[in-house]
């Protein structure tokens, strides 16, 4: 099955994750889309087979490192290897607390999410990535990445944590035709905004891997 290209979307729903699966589906991969919601994983692959778009879903919850480890084995299983990898998911409300606000354990569910689920979802596609002889990683957060936010801690703390992983990857793996980058929405992702509507930040996707220049990509002014 190593002929097929395929493209896994962590954290796969009806903006970013779809307008992804539509632009690498319009490319030929065929589409694995992880989310924890077995409905509306099947409405997504159902709109995309409308569009002509190969996609299965597959249930993972981010947070439950050998889950989701257990679902990425399944779908190279079932949609071959996968070439690339991008992990998306949306974090959760509770964890964008004030930083005087935010105790230890607050920040459990933020590293399980940006850095617990990375690594699981990198070690377990990296394999394969290998034998193919070339993937790419793709990492999307949100601008307090960049520049922290006072209010928002635990997605602060954990994405700057993730960064740092994504950067060491980037550095180790470059040598290995294994490009990981890092897209940096500020803000909130838009319909119809120029440079963060669903399908722009899809083209700005699938353009990092194409072009494999550099880690930290910026889908927006991060004052805007």
């Known amino acids: 099955m190593d002929g097929m290209n395929s493209i896994a979307i962590v954290g796969a729903g009806p903006g970013l994750g779809a307008a992804v699966a539509r632009r690498f589906g319009r490319e030929g991969f065929e589409v694995a889309l992880f989310a ?4 509306r994983l099947d409405m997504l692959v159902g709109d995309l087979d409308e569009s002509g ?6 249930v993972a919850d981010v947070r439950r490192p050998q889950e989701l480890a257990g679902a990425l084995e399944r ?3 079932e949609v071959g290897t996968i070439e690339v990898l991008q992990y998306s998911p949306v974090p959760h409300r509770d964890f964008m607390r004030p ?3 935010t105790g230890p354990r607050d920040l459990v569910g933020p590293v399980e999410f940006s850095v617990y689920g990375p690594v699981a979802a990198v070690q377990q596609v990296l394999p394969g990535m290998r034998r193919l002889g070339r993937g790419t990683i793709l990492l999307v957060n949100g601008g307090t990445a960049v520049v922290p936010h006072t209010e928002r801690a635990g997605t602060s703390i954990a994405f700057a944590a993730e960064t740092a992983y994504g950067h060491l ?3 180790r793996l470059a040598g290995e035709g294994i490009h990981v980058a890092q897209l940096v929405i500020p803000g909130a992702i838009t319909p119809g905004h120029a440079r963060k ?3 722009v930040l ?4 699938w353009g ?3 072009d494999r220049q550099g880690f930290r990509h910026f889908a927006d002014d991060l004052d805007g």
């Open 36 to 39: 924890r919601d077995r409905g």
């Open 53 to 58: 778009v190969r996609a299965r879903g597959f």
């Open 75 to 77: 779908a190279a299983g």
């Open 99 to 101: 930083v005087l606000e």
């Open 169 to 171: 990857l980037h550095e």
């Open 197 to 199: 509507d669903p399908a």
């Open 202 to 205: 899809a083209e700005t996707l």
């Open 208 to 210: 990092m891997h194409r």
